[in-house]
């Protein structure tokens, strides 16, 4: 099925209109129109993924299954009709017949209620790279009935209110009652010697059955559809009719909600026992049904599980699934009947891990007696893993205990799970060129000895069609109009741009369309949050998940040091600047949320000095998400990436700014050292302590006090905080900064804070050269090709996954 024009667009509307609202074109409801049009596009892609499979089969093609708990997707109305290039009868279809604009029926679809941050949303553009580069590709993960929240600021504090997404989400998803697996928790193991050896019996098993909803994702310009198949958890046993004639209510529907409370919400609190206890749960559904769907699906096709290394490439991103390592071994053992070291030889020749993270205290670890209680068959296989290598390493290092006690899956009562994904994977790879050497040598050190060919890199990648030729169309057209379109299906045509530095009619077009992009953002900051933004200022964003590492409070102190000055001298002469932030802070995680309403504090009492405001405004965007991180990319001019050096594994959201023309002011950090090679040193901004400096200075030991007393801007900071904005002190703040324990200043804000005004100093001299500015804008546009997915993706398939594209 294709649509060729606009009348065959109005007819299959039309005819699903008819067929699933029995309503006529007239009588149609926005929504009803936006649910049939989203039909019809999965019309289009349930044929495409048909055909697809049947090459991919016919070839015997190997495929990769991406494991992850979360997939921030985003809306997928208007990715999909772009990708399979009828959105323009779409557009004329609903314009001429039906009176709506396709713009409005975007804004009718939330955003899937599936992810929350980077990890998230680089796993969504993995999916969107795989299907263009026609690669057999399926995502897993879990049907969340609730987003991870909404985010409301009341008086400056963060509430979380329920992400209800699926009443206009859910037309997205296809249930697959054919793909239910049941999954067992609590109980015991018993095990009985037989004449087949050693046979394990689950006994007093919770069951719980999960049942399969898929998502089609298209690529652009090919044949393949990815597919993301969502688990979503429901009672294995009949409705309790006896209880609830007796009038027991709440007791017949007990076992209905305890098993559908595992597919509730993503990424529950953790900070108390229960739950712990479902996020566990969470893990080990997705990984236990995923495993037993990929491993059915083989036996289907092949019989033997003995080639599934050859067929399957099983990828974990980040720890949260890598229970698929034991949950792989449980199958194959007890219910295939492989011995130990068969099993072992398959699982680790098919398992592949990403790492996220350089900071140890971030290393996901479970409570022994947690995965003991609830996952009893999983525990004994960890525990014959640890066993067998550690026995190995002894062999290796003879009585170098501290080593083996470091590189132990198993340790102080606690299981860590980095650990475990290192020794059970056949690769380990990093997200950035800085990131990857950090791991080998710090938190992997010991690995690295025994395995150093196992350590790799790849570079994370976004989806540059959606950032750029979807978020920002005038911007996609000039650079069309002076390269050709050749950098939509390959992102590294982009450095022909590089042609055009010296040419001042692009670089006044590239003026025009960022103020352009200006002004509709501010019309979408008054109309979403009746915010007023003055389009003349710089906008100056960072748009990422509240966390002290990645530095909002830097930031914060900065803003706070120029409102001291306006208010020491109101005629200052000063670029005027908007900050504007976007940023949720994780439910329990007190002090993110105390600098949420320090930047909102900040805001409000700006508001109140009428003359300061008109050159320095604050702008907290309540409910950052990815709709609105589409209006606000191509609208900043400023991109502030200052995350603490050696924090950060890469980070996207600096390459989704770049390539949409704003200037990043950075530290050597994650992918910014990368984005600094590739367009050179004249056209970042970049400031602060190296990696190396940061651990040179906690080894000679960081006294934060000592920069306070060396800089007059600090001391004028620290004092505007205990006073207070809004009517609020912050001395928990300044505190935190000067006399926090158990170490004062952890991110190292103040030893950064010189030189983070003297890099804003520079570029807001640079900003004055408008031309200036925009070549530089143009360098980072063009050096921004080496950061598409398409080629994150090619990495991965020819070096880690032994993937092949199917044509």
Same mark, same amino acid.
Request: charged share 25%; with cysteine; hydrophobic share 40%.
């Given at each position: 099925?294709?649509?060729?024009?606009?009348?065959?667009?109005?007819?299959?509307?039309?005819?699903?209109?008819?067929?699933?609202?029995?309503?006529?074109?007239?009588?149609?409801?926005?929504?009803?129109?936006?649910?049939?049009?989203?039909?019809?596009?999965?019309?289009?892609?349930?044929?495409?993924?048909?055909?697809?499979?049947?090459?991919?089969?016919?070839?015997?093609?190997?495929?990769?299954?991406?494991?992850?708990?979360?997939?921030?997707?985003?809306?997928?109305?208007?990715?999909?009709?772009?990708?399979?290039?009828?959105?323009?009868?779409?557009?004329?279809?609903?314009?001429?017949?039906?009176?709506?604009?396709?713009?409005?029926?975007?804004?009718?679809?939330?955003?899937?209620?599936?992810?929350?941050?980077?990890?998230?949303?680089?796993?969504?553009?993995?999916?969107?790279?795989?299907?263009?580069?026609?690669?057999?590709?399926?995502?897993?993960?879990?049907?969340?009935?609730?987003?991870?929240?909404?985010?409301?600021?009341?008086?400056?504090?963060?509430?979380?209110?329920?992400?209800?997404?699926?009443?206009?989400? /859910?037309?997205?998803?296809?249930?697959?009652?054919?793909?239910?697996?049941?999954?067992?928790?609590?109980?015991?193991?018993? /095990?009985?010697?037989?004449?087949?050896?050693?046979?394990?019996?689950?006994?007093?098993?919770?069951?719980? !059955?999960?049942?399969?909803?898929?998502?089609?994702?298209?690529?652009?310009?090919?044949?393949?559809?990815?597919?993301?198949?969502?688990?979503?958890?429901?009672?294995?046993?009949?409705?309790?009719?006896?209880?609830?004639?007796?009038?027991?209510?709440?007791?017949?529907?007990?076992?209905?909600?305890?098993?559908?409370?595992?597919?509730?919400?993503?990424?529950?609190?953790?900070?108390?026992?229960?739950?712990?206890?479902?996020?566990?749960?969470?893990?080990?559904?997705?990984?236990?049904?995923?495993?037993?769907?990929?491993?059915?699906?083989?036996?289907?096709?092949?019989?033997?599980?003995?080639?599934?290394?050859?067929?399957?490439?099983?990828? =974990?991103?980040?720890?949260?699934?890598?229970?698929?390592?034991?949950?792989?071994?449980?199958?194959?053992?007890? $219910?295939?009947?492989?011995?130990?070291?068969?099993?072992?030889?398959?699982?680790?020749?098919?398992?592949?891990?990403?790492?996220?993270?350089?900071?140890?205290?971030?290393?996901?670890?479970?409570?022994?007696?947690?995965?003991?209680?609830?996952?009893?068959?999983?525990?004994?296989?960890?525990?014959?893993?640890?066993?067998?290598?550690?026995?190995?390493?002894?062999?290796?290092?003879?009585?170098?205990?501290?080593?083996?006690?470091?590189?132990?899956?198993?340790?102080?009562?606690?299981?860590?799970?980095?650990?475990?994904?290192?020794?059970?994977?056949?690769?380990?790879?990093?997200?950035?060129?800085?990131?990857?050497?950090?791991?080998?040598?710090?938190?992997?050190?010991?690995?690295?000895?025994?395995?150093?060919?196992?350590?790799?890199?790849?570079?994370?990648?976004?989806?540059?069609?959606?950032?750029?030729?979807?978020?920002?169309?005038?911007?996609?057209?000039?650079?069309?109009?002076?390269?050709?379109?050749?950098?939509?299906?390959?992102?590294?045509?982009?450095?022909?741009?590089?042609?055009?530095?010296?040419?001042?009619?692009?670089?006044?077009?590239?003026?025009?369309?960022?103020?352009?992009?200006?002004?509709?953002?501010?019309?979408?900051?008054?109309?979403?949050?009746?915010?007023?933004?003055?389009?003349?200022?710089?906008?100056?964003?960072?748009?990422?998940?509240?966390?002290?590492?990645?530095?909002?409070?830097?930031?914060?102190?900065? =803003? =706070?040091?120029?409102?001291?000055?306006?208010?020491?001298?109101?005629?200052?002469?000063?670029?005027?600047?908007?900050?504007?932030?976007?940023?949720?802070?994780?439910?329990?995680?007190?002090?993110?949320?105390?600098?949420?309403?320090?930047?909102?504090?900040?805001?409000?009492?700006?508001?109140?000095?009428?003359?300061?405001?008109?050159?320095?405004?604050?702008?907290?965007?309540?409910?950052?998400?990815?709709?609105?991180?589409?209006?606000?990319?191509?609208?900043?001019?400023?991109? !502030?990436?200052?995350?603490?050096?050696?924090?950060?594994?890469?980070?996207?959201?600096?390459?989704?700014?770049?390539?949409?023309?704003?200037?990043?002011?950075?530290?050597?950090?994650?992918?910014?050292?990368?984005?600094?090679?590739?367009?050179?040193?004249?056209?970042?901004?970049?400031?602060?302590?190296?990696?190396?400096?940061?651990?040179?200075?906690?080894?000679?030991?960081?006294?934060?006090?000592?920069?306070?007393?060396?800089?007059?801007?600090?001391?004028?900071?620290?004092?505007?905080?205990?006073?207070?904005?809004?009517?609020? %002190?912050?001395?928990?703040?300044?505190?935190?900064?000067?006399?926090?324990?158990?170490?004062?200043?952890?991110?190292?804000?103040?030893?950064?804070?010189?030189?983070?005004?003297?890099?804003?100093?520079?570029?807001?001299?640079?900003?004055?050269?408008?031309?200036?500015?925009?070549?530089?804008?143009?360098?980072?546009?063009?050096?921004?090709?080496?950061? %598409?997915?398409?080629?994150?993706?090619? $990495?991965?398939?020819?070096?880690?996954?032994?993937?092949?594209?199917?044509?």
């Amino acid at each position: 099925m294709s649509i060729t024009d606009e009348q065959e667009a109005s007819l299959l509307i039309r005819n699903k209109l008819s067929s699933y609202f029995a309503v006529s074109p007239k009588e149609a409801t926005k929504e009803q129109i936006y649910k049939a049009v989203v039909m019809c596009v999965k019309d289009i892609l349930l044929e495409k993924r048909s055909a697809f499979n049947k090459k991919y089969r016919a070839k015997n093609g190997k495929r990769v299954y991406y494991l992850c708990m979360e997939f921030l997707l985003g809306q997928s109305l208007k990715n999909n009709v772009y990708n399979l290039n009828i959105e323009n009868y779409f557009r004329g279809a609903l314009k001429k017949d039906y009176g709506i604009a396709l713009e409005d029926l975007y804004d009718e679809e939330p955003d899937a209620g599936l992810g929350n941050g980077g990890l998230g949303r680089l796993a969504a553009c993995f999916m969107d790279a795989l299907a263009t580069g026609n690669y057999p590709a399926m995502g897993y993960s879990i049907r969340y009935e609730y987003g991870l929240f909404k985010q409301k600021i009341v008086d400056g504090w963060q509430i979380e209110l329920p992400d209800i997404w699926l009443p206009g989400g /859910e037309v997205w998803l296809t249930q697959r009652l054919d793909k239910t697996y049941k999954v067992k928790f609590d109980g015991f193991i018993r /095990e009985n010697w037989t004449e087949k050896g050693l046979q394990t019996e689950h006994v007093d098993a919770h069951e719980v !059955e999960a049942v399969a909803y898929d998502m089609m994702i298209s690529g652009k310009n090919s044949e393949a559809v990815s597919i993301l198949r969502l688990w979503k958890t429901q009672n294995i046993h009949k409705f309790d009719m006896k209880t609830f004639s007796q009038g027991d209510y709440m007791q017949s529907m007990q076992e209905d909600s305890e098993a559908e409370l595992i597919s509730k919400v993503l990424y529950p609190s953790d900070n108390h026992f229960e739950g712990k206890s479902l996020r566990l749960k969470q893990q080990y559904l997705l990984v236990s049904a995923a495993l037993q769907d990929i491993v059915s699906d083989h036996k289907k096709r092949y019989g033997s599980l003995t080639t599934l290394p050859d067929k399957a490439a099983i990828h =974990i991103n980040d720890t949260h699934p890598a229970l698929c390592i034991p949950e792989l071994m449980r199958i194959l053992i007890d $219910e295939n009947g492989f011995s130990w070291d068969d099993a072992w030889n398959i699982v680790t020749r098919t398992v592949a891990y990403t790492n996220h993270t350089v900071m140890s205290e971030a290393l996901e670890k479970w409570n022994e007696d947690l995965i003991e209680r609830r996952l009893p068959r999983i525990y004994t296989i960890l525990k014959e893993i640890n066993q067998r290598f550690c026995a190995d390493m002894w062999n290796r290092f003879p009585g170098d205990w501290d080593k083996i006690n470091r590189m132990s899956v198993f340790s102080h009562g606690q299981i860590k799970m980095a650990n475990l994904s290192v020794i059970a994977s056949h690769s380990v790879n990093g997200v950035s060129a800085l990131h990857s050497d950090i791991i080998k040598n710090s938190i992997f050190k010991d690995f690295n000895d025994v395995y150093p060919d196992k350590f790799t890199n790849v570079t994370n990648g976004i989806a540059h069609r959606r950032w750029l030729c979807q978020a920002n169309p005038d911007l996609a057209a000039l650079i069309k109009d002076c390269i050709g379109d050749g950098f939509v299906m390959d992102a590294s045509e982009l450095k022909k741009f590089k042609n055009f530095e010296n040419d001042e009619t692009v670089l006044k077009r590239l003026n025009e369309i960022k103020a352009i992009n200006k002004v509709k953002f501010c019309d979408y900051a008054k109309k979403r949050q009746g915010v007023l933004i003055d389009p003349a200022t710089v906008f100056d964003v960072q748009a990422k998940r509240m966390h002290e590492y990645k530095r909002q409070l830097l930031n914060a102190l900065y =803003i =706070i040091s120029l409102y001291n000055e306006l208010k020491e001298n109101p005629q200052k002469e000063m670029l005027p600047t908007t900050f504007i932030f976007g940023a949720k802070a994780a439910p329990g995680y007190y002090f993110a949320k105390q600098i949420i309403k320090l930047i909102c504090a900040i805001s409000e009492d700006i508001k109140k000095n009428p003359a300061i405001k008109k050159k320095l405004n604050v702008v907290y965007m309540e409910d950052y998400c990815v709709s609105m991180a589409e209006r606000l990319m191509p609208a900043t001019e400023i991109s !502030e990436q200052i995350s603490q050096a050696g924090k950060e594994a890469s980070g996207t959201g600096n390459m989704k700014f770049m390539i949409n023309g704003a200037l990043t002011i950075g530290t050597l950090d994650g992918a910014n050292v990368e984005m600094k090679e590739s367009c050179g040193d004249d056209n970042i901004f970049i400031f602060g302590l190296t990696a190396e400096e940061v651990d040179r200075l906690w080894t000679q030991g960081y006294n934060s006090s000592a920069y306070y007393l060396g800089n007059r801007k600090i001391v004028g900071v620290i004092d505007a905080l205990n006073k207070g904005f809004n009517g609020q %002190s912050f001395s928990d703040i300044s505190q935190y900064l000067l006399t926090g324990s158990p170490v004062a200043d952890p991110y190292m804000c103040l030893a950064d804070f010189g030189g983070f005004c003297d890099i804003h100093g520079k570029a807001d001299e640079t900003y004055k050269d408008k031309l200036l500015w925009a070549k530089k804008s143009l360098n980072n546009i063009a050096a921004s090709g080496v950061f %598409s997915a398409d080629r994150s993706i090619k $990495e991965y398939a020819d070096r880690i996954w032994g993937i092949k594209k199917i044509k």
